[in-house]
C-alpha cells in the first residue's frame, strides 16, 4: 500500500497576492473509518464481540475529555498519547499573566512507536 498525492500550488502565507507561488505534494484521502469498521476489524482478530468492542471504543470517547479537562496526560498503550496545549498573549510581567491571557486550546497527539514506524516507513505514489 501507498499514500497517493497530487501536486498543489500555494502562495506565500502572510504575503500579499501570495508572494511567488510553488508547488507541494498534497495527501489524497482514501474515504473515513469509523467505530463501526474498528469495531468490525478487531472483532475478526480477538475474541471479543463487536458490541463490546464499541462499548469500549464509546467509552474512550466519553473518558478521555474528562481527563484531558482535568490537566492529565491521556496515554492509550502503544496508540499514543493526548495532551491540552494552549497559546496565549503576552504579557510584560509575570504577575499581569491571567487566564484572559489564554486565547485558544488544542489537543496535541504523539503517537506511539508502531505509528512512528509506520511513518517512517511509507511509499508515495503521484496520483
Partial sequence: MSIK?????????????????????????NGTSGIDELSNRIEKISTVSGADIRAVLYSIVDVVPELLANGQIVTIGELGSFRVSISSEPSDTAEEVSASNIKKA?????????????LATLEYQKA
Fill in 106 to 118: 488544542k489537543i496535541l497527539f504523539r503517537p506511539g512507536k508502531k505509528f512512528k514506524t509506520m
Fill in 5 to 29: 498525492y497530487n501536486v498543489i500550488e500555494r502562495g506565500e502565507p502572510g504575503v500579499e497576492g501570495g508572494g511567488t507561488k510553488k508547488y507541494y505534494a498534497s495527501t489524497i484521502t
